[in-house]
């Protein structure tokens, strides 16, 4: 193994044991597209499964939205069995699911995604997802985020762990560091065409912005992916000054009124959004004023509907969440003429 490879080695084993991604979560489902990131993960685990104290199983999930899915699928398993690692694969038709939920191809699949992986890592024991988001990844996150409106903890970006699992072992690696240790050990990959295509905001992002931010600094990636890092230890104290602000009671989420929390309200109302939904995003800056207004002074009762099928109304005791599945979306005109 060249230096150069040893180096990187030793910085993706540091960064499992420094984060503590595996303490007591031995059994790992590695989240393999076949692209270079995930092929590199799913090697340096293998590798280092006895230095880390833990065994690999492989999950592919085909998304059924390109022709060749079928063969990336096939590539996967291949990959798979040469390392010497059993191998776990599903099919979702996300076209299908992003047309019957009237959302964007890139939701269904996320949803649809961890959906599945979840299944899989179920049914084969493990007690952890790992995923092969980069240092990159990581910077275009925040660099979208911001693009498209966030608050300081927006800036926290990916997590190197979630509380269901999910765990990010490439995050101490940039895209081609990444690459590059494919090549040098003859790993090979195949390439999504979907990254290149501009539709998407964070391709834009990759193809565009990064190369340009990088003409100012570059080392970009590592310094946004600090911030990130930053930007998450703060969101851990605000969420634990928050915590008591939330009450969760009969298919209700309440963020309460407290008299000295005024700075708080903000994060409060974010966070009883975030549980109602089970998405941290969705909510504006102006939705986010609005709702902090409401929680801080009680003028009587009112009424906001929100993203994602989400009503809040203000009451003596706070504002109350309730996302309405059912029906036609909160608000709209069709419901609004419902006997």
Known sequence: MKKTDRNLNQRFIEHCVTADLFNGRPRVLAAVSGGADSIVMMNLLS??????????????????????????????????????????????????????????????????????????????????????????????????????????????????????????????????????????????????????DEYFLRNRIRARLMPLLAEFNPGIEALLSGLAMDAAAVSATIESLVAPMILVQDGLVIARRIESGSALHAYAVREAFRIVTGQPLGLSRTHINALAKMLQTYEGPAELHLPRRVIARSTRRGVEFERVLDGPPPGSASRARRP
């Open 47 to 196: 590798e280092n499964s006895a230095a880390l104290g833990i065994s690999v199983t492989v999950g592919h999930i085909n998304h059924m939205i390109r022709p060749d899915a079928g063969a990336d699928m096939d590539f996967v398993k291949r990959a798979a069995y040469a390392a010497g690692l059993p191998f776990v694969s599903e099919c979702c038709d996300v076209p299908a699911l992003a047309a019957a939920a009237h959302d964007s191809i890139e939701a269904a699949a996320r949803r649809a995604r961890y959906a599945a992986l979840i299944r899989m890592a179920d049914a084969a024991g493990c007690q952890a997802i790992a995923t092969g988001h980069s240092m990159t990844d990581q910077a275009e996150t925040l660099l979208m985020r911001m693009i498209r409106g966030t608050g300081p903890l927006g800036l926290s970006g990916i997590s190197d762990i979630t509380p269901d699992g999910i765990v990010r072992p490439m995050l101490c690696l940039t895209a081609s560091e990444i690459r590059g240790l494919a090549v040098e050990r003859g790993w090979t990959f195949v390439t999504d065409s979907t990254n290149s």
